[in-house]
Nanobody
Framework: QVQLVESGGGLVQAGASLRLSCAAS????????LGWFRQAPGKEREFVAAINWRGGNSYYRDSVQGRFSVPRQNANNTMSLEMNSLKPEDTAVYYC????????????????????WGQGTQVTVAS
């Protein structure tokens, strides 16, 4: 069973940078695909970014392309979400997720294919 523990998040000013981390543990996790989703109050959960740890390909929603990045996994199976040039509309609870599938441009965005989820961490961007 895969377990995910998130860290990071907080309150920052618009234009600032922030890093979220997600420590993954469990059998076979190094071959999983990992994703980041977010949910703002009153809105549906939405895809942010994902990486196929086996193939190394990464995917992003249009609104964060060029500002956010998901570096490749490190030896400790920790995934990061590097967020730059943050905007007030990035404010949300951010969740990391993992699934035993090979993420593609299409499947990475579907939250239902992920089988493990972190507890969520709040990111607030003040204008």
């Amino acid at each position: 069973q895969v377990q995910l523990v998130e860290s990071g998040g907080g309150l920052v000013q618009a234009g600032a940078s922030l890093r979220l981390s997600c420590a993954a543990s469990g059998r076979g996790v190094s071959t999983y695909s990992l994703g980041w989703f977010r949910q703002a109050p009153g809105k549906e959960r939405e895809f942010v970014a994902a990486i196929n740890w086996r193939g190394g390909n990464s995917y992003y929603r249009d609104s964060v392309q060029g500002r956010f990045s998901v570096p490749r996994q490190n030896a400790n199976n920790t995934m990061s979400l590097e967020m730059n040039s943050l905007k007030p509309e990035d404010t949300a609870v951010y969740y990391c997720a993992a699934g035993s599938f090979a993420a593609t441009q299409i499947t990475a965005r579907i939250w239902k294919v992920y089988t493990a989820w972190g507890q969520g961490t709040q990111v607030t961007v003040a204008s």
